[in-house]
């Protein structure tokens, strides 16, 4: 959750240990998937479009924008990854 108002209107920086993973801990990167994944971003519940951030293993990067986040709004970064496995039979 956010613990300020955000103005977004020159975009923002998020960055790791702003967020938490699924036990509670503090994270020190995000998961990086490259090629074999993909990232979404909810903010408030809602799955925002791609084109408005950039995540690298570091950093959520939010585009300018006139819209604003208010204080103790959830924002959740999903990373999905794919793995292929080869079974000969």
């Given at each position: 959750m956010t613990t300020n108002d955000m103005n977004l209107k020159d975009?923002?920086?998020?960055?790791?240990?702003q967020f938490?993973?699924?036990?509670?801990?503090?994270?020190?990167e995000f998961a990086d998937f490259g090629q074999e994944g993909y990232y979404n971003l909810?903010?408030?519940g809602v799955l925002q479009e791609?084109?408005?951030y950039r995540v690298n293993r570091h950093?959520?990067?939010?585009?300018?924008?006139?819209e604003h986040i208010t204080e103790g709004t959830p924002i959740i970064i999903e990373s999905v990854?794919?793995?292929?496995r080869i079974v000969n039979k």
């Open positions: 975009g923002i920086v998020l960055l790791p240990n938490v993973d699924d036990g509670g801990n503090i994270i020190n909810y903010v408030n791609g084109e408005i950093a959520i990067t939010l585009t300018a924008t006139t990854g794919f793995t292929t």
